[in-house]
């Protein structure tokens, strides 16, 4: 692995069913994110981790739910699908320890709910 | 709240330049980075500034003045690989990135 994966790469899933993304980085950095970008619309934050065992609401928590199990892993669950859930998930991380907070991202999760 | 205007989309032409402007109204101010985005793909990492003035890497230049809450990102020699999305994020007071919705730079030959 060199740098951010996310899994799957796409996903349609039924309105109403259970849905984890999947992240893992081996660059050991402390801070992950997960974020959905919508047409028109910027990254938006949905919850994010400065260190493993932490986690924080972002901007659009509503829905979402996260665990920081260990440095590298980052599940991003939708506990309950619904089609406003509809976009692309991007998981990034930066180690907030040194320089500017550069956020390194993975390659998107497109996940369509019908 | 917290704002960051881009132009939604810009021409331009193959080996020409392009300046895309960046303004933003945020709480607190700890650095901006411009992030580039091809169709389908992740954002990538192109600058930072933190201080007033202009930085420069190669064909890309980007700068920033603190006072009047404005950056922008110059593109010289365009390429028609130079096609994307140029993102405008901040850092705000509690070190939490504020995200514009990005300009999408088309270049015609």
């Known amino acids: 692995i060199a740098g951010i994966t996310q899994a799957p790469t796409s996903q349609i899933l039924a309105a109403g069913r259970r849905m984890t993304l999947r992240c893992t980085q081996d660059m050991r950095h402390n801070a992950m994110y997960w974020y959905r970008q919508d047409l028109g619309l910027g990254l938006r934050l949905i919850h994010y981790?400065?260190?493993?065992?932490?986690?924080g609401k972002g901007e659009v928590p509503d829905g979402y739910s996260v665990s920081r199990a260990n440095t590298d892993d980052f599940p991003l669950t939708l506990a309950s699908a619904v089609p406003s859930q509809t976009s692309v998930y991007f998981c990034?991380?930066?180690?907030?320890?040194?320089?500017?907070?550069?956020?390194?991202f993975g390659p998107g999760t497109r996940l369509t709910v019908l | 709240g917290q704002n960051i205007d881009q132009p939604t989309e810009m021409t331009a032409t193959e080996g020409a330049i392009v300046q895309i402007n960046c303004t933003y109204q945020t709480s607190g101010f700890n650095g901006l980075f411009w992030y580039q985005q091809h169709a389908g793909e992740a954002p990538t990492f192109l600058s930072y500034?933190?201080l007033d003035g202009l930085e420069e890497k190669g064909r890309f230049s980007s700068f920033l003045s603190r006072s009047k809450g404005y950056s922008y990102l110059l593109l010289k020699e365009l390429q028609m690989k130079d096609s994307a999305s140029y993102l405008c994020a901040v850092i705000d007071s509690n070190y939490q990135l504020i995200w514009g919705a990005g300009t999408k730079l088309i270049i015609k030959p």
């Open positions: 981790s400065n260190t493993a065992g932490t986690t």
């Open positions: 500034n933190v």
């Open positions: 990034a991380s930066s180690d907030k320890k040194t320089g500017p907070n550069e956020q390194f």
